[in-house]
């Protein structure tokens, strides 16, 4: 009986998609399920007649596989996966590989490589991207870990994953330990940002211009065919003109409470550990918290009253303001995320090629858009280009568009309507252009009532001084270090 070239360890959906991905592609696949009945409900629908073997204990798996083995994991991050790689360790040999597909928290991934490679063998953490579909037709996928482990799973990952115009693959090697999962945290976040900025618009539509959903899908299909082409305003063109049994839109009768899985918040924390500000994303996943105390909120709007929105301007010219406030808080958006890769890739040692990872998101993943071609020229034309908006491209693309995104904010502001990501990222916007912001004062603020020393514009960077505020205080001061 012939080998197989890959082993997948858990049948749900992902899993699944995953492994008729790869045979379709021919590759003759192993699966494994804890609970075996799903893998004899597999073996018995979905994989008839294909070249999918179904094992029903790890050491059967392990046994069916070509040498170096290949064994993915696609089962829930956490507890789950150090007790299978334990479980996995002892049946493998030296240079067997294995691989977590899940959505871990990328400082798992760093303590696995180690704890793997200790033990003789490989180990790789890769992101995958692009729900139930993207998984069966090809996803993007984000591979890190052990580089030696590359090679062996390379021709796998990459044919089986999304591809391009010009038919590159939507997979590329990210870089050591946990970079891949890092990478994937990063575009989980970017995608909180993109879909939030997104019901904002829709929010500011339905709300200030009355607007119904086939009126909204009928913009959503006309910006999809311009510069902000791309998945989820595809998706939200089609979710606006979808109609429940009675023939009205189901949007408008879906609760308004968002859930998360925490790789947003994942995004935020590592931003906030690394003093990037993060804000839209940060904003995006508060507002999903904010969204999920319904009741609260609902007695809050007995009680608490603002402006009732009013709108006497010009519709279409407002809803080109709309365009262009999406557009330049998405690159906000980007600029912030990449941002974070960049100082994540000094922390961690990782050599991240930017305009790579733009192509890895180019098909197959959440965020995927026309768009990402022109990141991917930014750090072409500058490898070392420190922050999106200084790119000429880019630039010229928020300069064009700053009228009508403030004309928007201030419109949300005026009449009461929550735009917290539209909001955040012009904030963060007008405070990167800023030569100089208030900050000075608050490091007063914070030598008054703690003696934190401050820095003066009259002298050399790296000089610190202490002011005695009151005459009270004494010469002793504060020990500087940056959280």
Not at 232 to 250: G, M, Q, V, W
Not at 303 to 328: C, H, W
Request: hydrophobic residues 40%; negative net charge.
């Amino acid at each position: 009986m012939k080998k197989a070239d890959i082993g997948l360890i858990g049948l749900a959906v992902m899993g699944e998609n995953l492994v008729l991905n790869m045979e379709s592609k021919g590759f003759t696949v192993s699966v494994y399920n804890r609970t075996t009945s799903k893998v004899d409900n597999f073996m018995g629908a979905r994989a008839k007649g294909k070249n999918i073997i179904g094992t029903h204990t790890l050491e059967e798996l392990v046994d069916s596989l070509e040498k170096p083995r290949k064994v993915m994991l696609m089962i829930k991050a956490g507890p789950a996966i150090d007790k299978t790689i334990d479980a996995l360790i002892p049946m493998l040999d030296k240079g067997d590989i294995i691989i977590d597909g899940g959505n871990t928290h990328f400082p798992d991934t760093n303590r696995r490589t180690a704890y793997v490679e200790s033990k003789g063998l490989l180990y790789i953490g890769t992101g995958v991207s692009g729900g139930e579909e993207g998984a069966l037709l090809g996803p993007s996928i984000m591979p890190g870990g052990s580089p030696k482990a590359w090679p062996a799973v390379k021709p796998i990952f990459q044919t089986i994953s999304a591809k391009v115009e010009d038919g590159s693959a939507c997979c590329e090697w990210v870089g050591e330990n946990g970079a891949g999962h890092f990478v994937k945290m990063v575009h989980n976040g970017i995608e909180y940002g993109d879909m939030q900025l997104i019901t904002e618009a829709y929010h500011i539509m339905k709300t200030h211009l009355g607007m119904d959903a086939d009126e909204m899908h009928e913009v959503f299909k006309e910006w999809n065919e311009s510069e902000l082409d791309s998945y989820l305003i595809e998706i939200t063109r089609d979710i606006l003109a979808y109609k429940d049994e009675n023939n009205e839109p189901i949007v408008d009768k879906i609760l308004d409470t968002a859930g998360q899985k925490g790789t947003g918040k994942w995004t935020a924390i590592a931003a906030l550990d690394l003093g990037i500000p993060l804000t839209l994303i940060g904003e995006a996943v508060f507002s999903r918290c904010l969204s999920a105390i319904k009741e609260e909120r609902v007695e809050a709007s007995k009680i608490l009253s603002g402006p009732k929105p009013v709108f006497n301007g010009d519709k279409k010219e407002f809803l080109n303001n709309l365009r262009d406030a999406l557009f330049a808080s998405k690159i906000v958006s980007y600029a912030q995320g990449y941002a974070l890769m960049s100082e994540a890739a000094k922390e961690y040692g990782w050599k991240l090629n930017y305009g790579a990872i733009a192509m890895m998101w180019r098909g197959g993943c959440i965020i995927r858009s026309v768009f990402l071609n022109n990141i991917k020229e930014a750090f072409d034309n500058n490898p070392e280009l420190q922050n999106l908006l200084l790119d000429p491209y880019f630039k010229e693309k928020i300069m064009n568009a700053q009228q009508g995104w403030r004309n928007v904010v201030a419109e949300a502001v005026r009449n009461g309507i929550p735009a917290p990501a539209l909001s955040a990222a012009l904030n963060y916007f007008d405070g990167y252009r800023s030569e100089r912001l208030p900050a000075n004062l608050l490091q007063a603020q914070r030598d008054y009532f703690g003696a934190h020393t401050y820095e003066r514009t009259d002298k050399p960077r790296g000089e610190f001084f202490h002011t005695n505020w009151t005459g009270r205080g004494g010469n002793t001061v504060s020990t500087t270090y940056n959280a």
